[in-house]
């Protein structure tokens, strides 16, 4: 299978990407849409879902790093630094995206006093189809499919 869903000159973009996205804007789109028929500040929702997906992204790069740090570790200083943020240098970790996705529904419901299982329901489908495209990118990958050892 080819992992390169486009590329414009040296630009390319993977279908692990691609999958995952579409996975998240269907998520957020059903969840929106659950929002609205519940009855709850879609608005909110909509700022949660932002800051979720920015600070996931984070978490889940900070996670990645740190259990592939052999991957990063003979790196010279001012180049490390690029690397760890360069996403394209590496992958992300499910694991840390959820943490970071979880803390900012927390601070969210904490600070505006909601109901936490109410929004956390309504992240429910884009983090599950965010997964389903996530595994399904791995196999277009097909390198990495079934993990490490």
Known sequence: MDPVFLQIGNFTIAWYGVLITLGIVLGVWIG????????????????????AIVW??????????????EQFANIPFPRILLDIVNLRQGGISIHG???GG???????????????YQ??????????????????????NGTDTVGRV
């Open 32 to 51: 929106t849409r659950l929002a609205r028929e519940r009855g709850l500040n879609v608005d909110l929702f909509s700022d949660m879902v932002l800051w």
């Open 56 to 69: 996931g992204l984070v978490g889940a790069r900070i996670v990645f790093v740190a259990t592939s740090w």
């Open 97 to 99: 995206g959820l943490i």
């Open 102 to 116: 979880i803390l900012v529904l927390i601070y969210y419901t904490r600070r505006y006093k909601l109901n936490f």
């Open 119 to 140: 929004y956390a329901d309504l992240f429910v489908p884009g983090v599950a189809f965010g997964i389903i495209g996530g595994r399904i990118g791995n196999i277009m």
